[in-house]
């Protein structure tokens, strides 16, 4: 389960770059619309702009870059897949004259191989850039209004919470017992069986290291605790300032320009 190390999803990286320091409500309201906008994307030109907007905003975070071209390498598999299957599937046009290739398919697979991998890119670089705990207050402060209904606003920014602390605790339980096992000096397991035998041998050892942490976890709720308190740290004030408004309205004016106005 080395392949964890390389996930993005749910991690966070510190920074001081321009996209760190943009107020968390903008970015919990930008990046999963433009997430939304990729999948909306109905030609390659759309998606190719995308691309270039997802480049700037990567750029904008100042660090992220690598750890994103690592965790794009991770889904490899994943993509090749997608696009075999549109390929050998798909119905339209064949390709070479061969009936079992599918040149629709082809062009099909590779946009929804574009949308998976860009959609990747923007929703890691919310996690990456924003800690969970300024997601967690950014959610609960843009559903603060519901608060007059009766709903549990400060119930569900603290799910919130767990849940984007989950994916770093599994990597972490991941990576320690392979350090355990002996894995971590000896080099990566090459080709795609032998990652998959070594994500078996990890599997089991792996569900009851999560079992035994929740196990942790519900006995000090149970007492009263906070079994997150270390890891929920210092949260940065929350202030729209100029800038934040201008990167929503460049953001929602970017995602409309690009989806209305592009063939």
Same mark, same amino acid.
Do not use: N, Y
């Given at each position: 389960?080395?392949?964890? #190390? *390389? &996930?993005?999803?749910?991690?966070?990286?510190?920074? *001081?770059?321009?996209?760190?320091?943009?107020?968390?409500?903008?970015?919990?309201?930008?990046?999963?619309?433009?997430?939304?906008?990729?999948?909306? #994307?109905? %030609?390659?030109?759309?998606?190719?702009?995308?691309?270039?907007?997802?480049?700037?905003?990567?750029?904008?975070?100042?660090?992220? =870059?690598?750890?994103?071209?690592?965790? #794009?390498?991770?889904?490899?598999?994943?993509?090749?897949?997608?696009?075999?299957?549109?390929?050998?599937?798909?119905?339209?046009? $064949?390709?070479?004259?061969?009936?079992?290739?599918?040149?629709?398919?082809?062009?099909?697979?590779?946009?929804?191989?574009?949308?998976?991998?860009?959609?990747?890119?923007?929703?890691?670089?919310? /996690?990456? /850039?924003?800690? !969970?705990?300024?997601?967690?207050?950014?959610?609960?402060?843009?559903?603060?209004?519901?608060?007059?209904?009766?709903? !549990?606003?400060?119930?569900?920014?603290?799910?919130?919470?767990?849940?984007?602390?989950? +994916?770093? &605790?599994?990597?972490?339980?991941?990576?320690?017992?392979?350090?355990?096992?002996?894995?971590? $000096?000896?080099?990566?397991?090459?080709?795609?069986?032998?990652? @998959?035998?070594?994500?078996?041998?990890?599997? =089991?050892?792996?569900?009851?290291?999560?079992?035994?942490?929740?196990?942790?976890?519900?006995?000090?709720?149970?007492?009263?605790?906070?079994?997150?308190?270390?890891?929920?740290? @210092?949260? %940065?004030?929350?202030?729209?300032?100029?800038?934040?408004?201008?990167?929503?309205?460049?953001?929602? #004016?970017?995602? &409309?320009? +690009?989806?209305?106005?592009?063939?």
């Amino acid at each position: 389960m080395s392949f964890l #190390a *390389d &996930i993005p999803l749910g991690r966070f990286e510190p920074g *001081d770059s321009p996209l760190h320091r943009l107020d968390p409500r903008v970015k919990l309201l930008l990046l999963p619309a433009l997430v939304m906008g990729v999948f909306a #994307a109905r %030609s390659p030109g759309q998606l190719t702009a995308l691309a270039l907007l997802a480049f700037g905003v990567a750029w904008l975070g100042k660090g992220p =870059g690598r750890v994103l071209w690592r965790g #794009a390498w991770a889904l490899r598999h994943l993509l090749l897949f997608t696009l075999l299957l549109h390929l050998f599937l798909s119905p339209g046009r $064949t390709l070479f004259g061969l009936q079992w290739l599918s040149l629709d398919g082809l062009l099909q697979g590779g946009m929804v191989c574009g949308q998976l991998l860009l959609a990747v890119v923007f929703s890691s670089l919310l /996690t990456l /850039t924003s800690s !969970p705990e300024d997601l967690a207050r950014a959610f609960q402060s843009l559903l603060s209004p519901l608060r007059r209904l009766g709903l !549990p606003v400060g119930e569900w920014s603290g799910l919130l919470f767990l849940v984007l602390r989950f +994916i770093p &605790i599994l990597r972490e339980e991941a990576l320690a017992l392979r350090e355990k096992e002996g894995r971590g $000096t000896e080099p990566r397991s090459r080709g795609f069986w032998g990652r @998959a035998r070594e994500a078996r041998l990890l599997l =089991g050892p792996l569900l009851a290291a999560l079992v035994a942490r929740a196990d942790a976890m519900a006995r000090l709720l149970a007492r009263g605790e906070d079994p997150l308190g270390e890891a929920r740290g @210092a949260a %940065s004030p929350l202030g729209l300032r100029k800038v934040d408004l201008l990167a929503l309205v460049a953001g929602a #004016a970017c995602l &409309i320009l +690009i989806l209305g106005g592009m063939p």
